[in-house]
């Protein structure tokens, strides 16, 4: 699926701004990396490819979780960057560490970002206490210049499996149904640090049940204000006896909250002064199920509603409504998409629907009507619109072939791309219509495939990363002073 959605009740963690119960050095030399360019876009925030100006930076092949991860050992499952040809391919001759540490999270969710001059990432921390034993249950939050030269650990989390994301100021993290932040504004970029000095930490939202967040598609330093800023989510109210919760959106830094929906958004004004207690059925309780950003100024949300009568809570839909910065949620513009609860939903936009699983089917809803769309059970991957034609990409059970339907002309199965797909836990990513995965070879570097380019004939894999036990062996020799 698209990188940029994240909908879920999260774990319990603890954050620790300087890892003061671990032990470690801070020795974070590299050598200078030529090129980067800090001022322009960074194009697919959030997944394991991130394009900026000249350059995609990558998570180098898939190694899963490791029991060693010292600065400038890692090779395979670091950041890397290579120079984009003109044509839009990748010149592999260019590729070279840019982040010495294994980038692995449990989490399928799990990405890095590129703010202006920096990178932002995950790493196990595998410190030891003072027994000697290493962790099994920290993460260090950290940035790394683009040019390699400065690296900071911002923070550290006692979790691998917290949801987070990254933002211009602050890291997120769900801790159960509360939205915490690391804030790092503050922190000096004039030289590298291991204890998070000048980063706080503090609370966003409380008592969140379901909620969304997403990267913008395209981020500039200094550019104006985007519905991506905002963390959309149902909020339970503080009386336990009310039949009835909210829908709500607050900017990462804090700085706007609001109430898009709450008990009186479906009530006349006459209604609201007899009281909502006597309209049960147009008082609802929501859950986000999905979100899809349109643009800077508008976002759809997909979310099921039910009504409380009595002790008896019910379920009468699932809906979609857009939501702007200007006009916020208007009830007049929602669409039902089905009397069902529908637990799976992808978006694809506010007039082309989305497609939804039931039965173990998937439907595609068009904004009017629902149609079956694939008749079985698979993976989906991403909707993808080339030339007013709407696709949906996907996988079955082998999950070494990508399929595609048309959703606009309702087209039979066709086979896109053979031999390509690793049973990995991060197993897909896009950057417009580049379809990237690692593949199943030995050393199972990042592979990509432009879908847009397709005509009729099966694609096979083009190789991002062409490298071998050689290339790991002559790194190591290159850096072994270093780490």
């Keep these: 699926m698209k990188k940029r959605l994240l909908i879920v009740v999260a774990l319990v963690a603890i954050i620790v701004i300087a890892a003061l119960t671990l032990t470690a050095c801070n020795k974070f030399k590299w050598g200078k990396i030529d090129g980067g360019d800090p001022s322009a876009a960074s194009v ?20 899963g979780s490791v029991d060693s991860n010292d600065w400038g050992a890692a090779y395979k499952q670091s950041i890397m960057r290579c120079k984009k040809n003109a044509d839009g391919t990748y010149d592999n001759s260019t590729a070279t560490v840019v982040v010495p540490k294994s980038i692995y999270y449990n989490s ?65 993290y769900f801790d159960g149904t509360t939205l915490k932040y690391i804030d790092f504004s ?39 204000a985007s519905i991506a800023d905002y963390i959309f989510y149902t909020k339970s109210v503080n009386n336990s006896y009310e039949k009835y919760n909210e829908l709500k959106a607050i900017r990462y830094d804090g700085s706007d909250e609001k109430t898009l929906a709450t008990f009186s958004t479906y009530l006349s004004e006459a209604e609201v002064a007899q009281g909502y207690t006597n309209f049960p059925e147009k008082v609802f309780t929501f859950s986000l199920k999905n979100a899809v950003v349109e643009s800077d100024t508008q976002i759809t949300l997909y979310y099921t509603k039910a009504i409380q009568i009595g002790n008896s809570s019910t379920v009468i839909g699932t809906f979609q409504n857009k939501v702007t910065l200007d006009a916020g949620f208007v009830p007049a513009n929602e669409k039902m998409i089905s009397t069902q609860d529908i637990s799976e939903v992808v978006g694809i936009s506010y007039d082309k629907g989305c497609l939804y699983a039931s039965d173990s089917k998937y439907y595609y809803f068009n904004g009017t009507d629902s149609n079956l769309a694939i008749g079985k059970s698979v993976t989906l991957l991403t909707t993808l619109t080339v030339e007013n034609s709407t696709y949906v990409y996907y996988t079955d059970s082998d999950k070494e072939q990508v399929y595609r339907v048309n959703l606009t002309t309702a087209d039979n199965e066709t086979v896109i791309l053979v031999d390509c797909i690793a049973d990995v836990t991060y197993a897909a990513d896009f950057v417009g219509s580049k379809y990237f995965y690692f593949g199943e070879d030995e050393y199972s570097y990042i592979h990509y495939v432009d879908l847009s380019k397709f005509t009729g004939e099966e694609l096979t894999a083009t190789l991002l990363g062409k490298f071998n036990s050689e290339d790991q062996a002559s790194y190591d020799a290159e850096h072994q002073d270093e780490d």
């Design 44 to 63: 697919s925030n959030g997944g394991y490819v991130v394009e900026q100006g000249d350059y995609v930076y990558f998570v180098n092949g898939y190694v």
């Design 186 to 224: 503050k922190m000096s970029t004039k030289k590298s640090t291991n204890n998070g000095s000048g980063a706080t930490a503090g609370t966003l939202i409380e008592s969140a049940s379901t909620y969304f967040w997403a990267y913008d598609a395209e981020y500039t330093a200094g550019q104006g």
């Design 108 to 172: 399928a969710k799990a990405g890095f970002a590129i703010f202006g001059n920096f990178i932002y990432y995950a790493t196990p921390n595998l410190e030891k206490d003072k027994t000697g034993a290493a962790s099994t249950t920290h993460t260090d939050f950290m940035r790394t210049s683009l040019d390699g030269t400065l690296t900071q650990r911002i923070a550290t989390l006692n979790s691998r499996t917290n949801d987070f994301m990254f933002t211009p100021t602050r890291i997120l």
